[in-house]
């Protein structure tokens, strides 16, 4: 669990001090807001998986949320306490939003 903590701590690092325009500019099809709310629902999916329940979607509130909904997201995936393979697809995930930011 520690590579995954330590992944959601450098792409907190990296954007909890981010103003709207830096959210708003453009990453892929969409905006880093989008990839990163992106990244929140594939969190919150992975901790139901881990749950055994059925993923529910994720509001996508202002940009200026996204942190704190990724560390609550992050936060309940490492309570569910998920298989290492889980755990390690969320690794991959969050490093990939982190490079692509």
């Known amino acids: 669990m520690s590579e995954f903590a330590t992944s959601v701590e450098r792409l907190l690092t990296l954007v ?3 103003e709207e325009s830096r959210w708003a500019a453009g990453a892929g099809d969409g905006t880093r807001g989008d990839l990163a ?3 929140v629902q594939r969190l919150a999916d992975l901790g139901a998986e881990a749950e055994g329940r059925a993923p529910r979607p994720v509001p996508r509130a202002h940009d200026l949320v996204l942190p704190d909904q990724l560390r609550v997201v992050a936060d309940d995936l ?3 306490e998920p298989a290492d393979d889980l755990l390690a697809r969320a ?3 969050v490093d990939e939003v982190r490079r692509t930011l």
């Open 16 to 18: 909890r001090h981010w």
């Open 37 to 39: 709310h992106a990244l």
């Open 78 to 80: 490492i309570t569910a």
């Open 91 to 93: 690794t991959t995930a």
